[in-house]
């Protein structure tokens, strides 16, 4: 009887836990989508990349204001209404964001959408926890971490094939089904989790949060743009400083804190986090760098681009819930170390990547990478959650979520700049053999004049255009060796996240309900 009723509770989270994936893989799916919308939407509403790239900052910063708080709306209002008002929020959002005019109306409805998608993948952990039994937690978060692997990988492909087929306002329509869905599902499907109706709203840690936050990936995400010591971002970046500083003294002596940072007094969950964010920037890294690859120089399209990460996204799909399983069984330092090793492995393997290289090849490392990836990020962030009180699971997915995201900005920020510095030392260091005094580059010269001259064209014309070609060639060349270098840099942050997967102490079982916020570990 005992284990009827056991497999009974089993089945019963399946169902469950399947509605929150589906809501978690919507939004960051849509998030990932709208990228390769950019240029498209700067031809139909007339505008600049600057005023259209706020279609993809507005959502970011509205996500990254709206998640600390996201623990303390659990608490105080349940998970369930929570995960059911931010899936309506983000289903609204949709619906407006197609039906907009101008590129500032879809910004402002982004900053909706962003409302309801910033609070879903924190309030899905917390429901998570909840519903299903702590001997199947790795299976379920691996599940679960399907979404959030996926989704920047199949995002390109999916917004890639609507744009080319369908209009841009499908890749927003898309959501609406999805999201009703979800609501009417978890209305029936999600138990609602215990409400605390004495919790105390800390005024001054989310107003200090928000604007600390939000001014430091603001900064973020226009330093390349706007250059890292111009007035705007440095005074951004002072501003977040202070404000952030001012949050963590009033959290440090909150008796009821918004983000309880004392969490970070647990060596496992801090050390687990900091892994997870270095492998996000290893993540995101390629996520950035390999489309830039792949159009800038295999001159393929946003589409066949989506094509080719599209196998690389499934195999992450795949180990997801396998890691979770291996995770279950044994543990996130063995699955932990041996993924994110070849995590590190194939992303270095990519700073040889060069205008030649096949696109199998290409998909082979991305493959492997994503091998890796997969089988590691969710049993490493699990071993951090275990060791949180069952009560204060709620804040510590927000705080995880936060550095995360920051942690993300602050490795598109540094890759990007790195690689814009670096393909202009390598655009000079080749310019400099590309002269008539060079015997190599006068002969290419001349065998391209000659070409031109013989097609047709006129002696001035041939000789510009001989030049021009050539210059092409060299900024081509730079802009491979640069990506191989931010590469490089790329894999240095997933190689540093081995030595910390060491000191993980991990514990089977959460510290019990009524236990305090867990201090150091022993």
Known sequence: MQSHTAAEKEASFWLPLFVLVIGAFAAILNSSSINVAIPKLMSIFGVSANDIQWV??????????VIPITGYLGDRFGG?????????????????????????????????????????????????????????????LGVWGMAAVMGPAVGPTVGGYILEHFSWRLLFIINVPVGIVGVLLSIYLLKETPIKKDTKFDFWGFLFAAVGFFALLLALSQGSKEGWSSYYIVMLFILSFFTLLLFVLVELFSEDPMMDLRLLKNKTFLYTTIVGSLINIGLYGGVFLTPLFAQNLMGLSAYDTGILLFPSAMVSGVMMPVSGILFDKFGAKVVGLI??????????????????????????????????????????????????AKHLIGRASSLGNVIRQVASSFGIAVLTTIMQNRQTFHAATLSEGVSYSSPVAANIIKQVQGALLSSGAGSDDSTSGAISMVVGLVQKQAMALAINDTFLISALFVFAAIPLIFLINEKKKPAPAGMPSPGPDK
């Open 339 to 388: 993924g994110v090793t070849i995590t590190a492995v194939a992303t270095l393997d990519m700073y040889h990547l060069d205008v030649n290289t096949s696109q199998m090849t290409v998909v082979i490392i991305m493959c492997i990478r994503s091998f890796g990836i997969g089988l590691s990020m969710m049993p490493l962030m699990t071993a951090g959650m275990n060791v949180v």
């Open 80 to 140: 369930k209404r929570v995960y059911i008002l931010s899936t309506a929020a983000f289903t609204a959002g949709s619906i407006l964001c197609a039906f907009a005019w101008s590129s500032n109306s879809l910004i402002v409805f982004r900053v909706i959408q962003g409302i309801g998608g910033g609070i879903i993948m924190p309030i899905t952990m917390v429901l998570i926890y909840r519903i299903v039994p702590i001997e199947k937690i790795g299976l379920a």
């Open 56 to 65: 993809i900052t507005a959502y970011m910063l509205t996500s990254a204001v």
